[in-house]
Every structure is written in C-alpha cells, then in structure tokens.
C-alpha cells in the first residue's frame, strides 16, 4: 500500500501550491454561460447603445474576466468602467439609462451629466479582506458606483451625501440603490457595512441582497 502514501503526499504537495502564488478561497468561477451571453448581445443590439466585446480572460489567481464587454455609450458617461460580464453590463445600462435618469428628473429636476464608478474588475478578495472568498469584481460581475453630477455642476457622493443634510440629496441615493435591487442579484450601500460607506456596489452573483 506504499503507492496511495506516495499519491497522497504528491496531491498535498500540489494543493501546498508549486508556484507560490496567493490563493483566493472560491476562486473556482461557475462555468459561464454561452447561451446566456448571445442572448444577453442580442438585448445589447436592441439598444441605442455602444459596446465592445472584449476577449475572455484567465489569470492564474482564479480571477477572469469572461463574456466580458466595455461600455462605450450608454446615455450617460459613466467614469473608469473595465471589463464587464454582459450580464451584469445590460442591467447597468438600463440603470443607468432608465433608472438614474428617471429619478434624477423627478427628485433632483435636472439631468445627471456624468455618473463616477470606483472600477469594475479587480482580482481581490470580498472588501478587500484577506482570506475572504473571491470578490465578484474578481469575475468582472459587479461595479462600484461613488458619484453623480448635476448639470449644473452639483456633485452628489454616496460619501457626502448617503446621511447628509441634503434631503433631495439623500432621497435620490435611496432611490437609486433601491431600483438597483430589481434590476441586480446583490446591492450594497453604506447601510450594509463600513466598506460601503462611499460608494453603491451592484453584482450579478450569488443573492437576492439588498441593503
Ligand atoms: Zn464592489
């Protein structure tokens, strides 16, 4: 029974990680879904948007970014958006597009002008906590949203303005990271912990949550 022994100890040797590289702990991606990403295009080519498909891809610490596009125009400018998954991308757009400008009418009575993100991907544990399972922007499935501006200039922050003394202000964030909840699987505000306190996280992953 030496044989087993011997597999053993190789198959420990390998999990101990040859290369040295960090692991993130559920890095393993569910495989994506082909169907869903044509379907997903094809409700792309029904907008009066542009998009560009990206090409796949993997990195050697679990993160990928696949079925991936890049928002070019989508009504409103939206500052440092990289790659996004086609499924978390159209519920964006129409966030942002439909959603956002809605409600900045109706709340604010003037247009928002520029929308500003924190990023899209990036290959880091949730909240950036050490040991923590994989972050979906670590997938290219989730956007950071921390500011709208007004024409007119007026800059509305999650930071500033989540609880500050602007009611119309604080009424518009509400509005907005409420409708995100329809649109998204998971929806984090500064309500939900410190690590939000300045900015909307939307995802496609594992939910519903909405806080
Ligand atoms: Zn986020």
């Not at 928002?71 to 597009?97: D, S, Y």
């Not at 994989?134 to 007119?152: C, M």
């Not at 300045?198 to 519903?208: I, R, V």
């Amino acid at each position: 029974m030496k044989c087993p022994l011997v597999l053993l100890l190789a198959t420990a040797l390998l999990l101990a990680g040859c290369g040295g590289r960090p692991k993130i702990r559920g890095a393993s991606a569910p495989p994506d879904d082909a169907r869903a990403y044509r379907q997903c295009m094809a409700e792309f080519g029904k907008l009066d948007v542009k998009i560009d498909p990206l090409p796949d891809r993997n990195f050697a610490s679990g993160c990928s970014a696949t079925h991936a596009v890049k928002l070019v125009a989508i009504g409103i400018p939206v500052t440092n958006l990289g790659a996004m998954k086609c499924m978390t991308a159209l519920p964006f757009t129409l966030w942002v597009r439909d959603t956002v400008t809605r409600q900045a009418q109706a709340i604010l009575g003037k247009p928002v002008v520029k929308i500003e993100s924190f990023g899209t991907f990036a290959c880091r544990p949730k909240n950036g906590v050490k040991g923590a399972d994989l972050s979906e922007h670590g997938r290219a499935n989730a956007v950071d949203i921390s500011a709208f501006v007004l024409q007119g200039g007026q800059r509305i922050t999650v930071l500033k303005d989540w609880n500050g003394p602007d009611p119309k202000a604080r009424a518009f964030l509400r509005a907005v990271h409420q409708a995100a909840c329809r649109r998204f699987s998971v929806v984090l505000g500064p309500d939900a912990n410190a690590y939000h306190r300045d900015h909307l996280h939307f995802d496609m992953g594992k939910g519903p949550y909405c806080r």
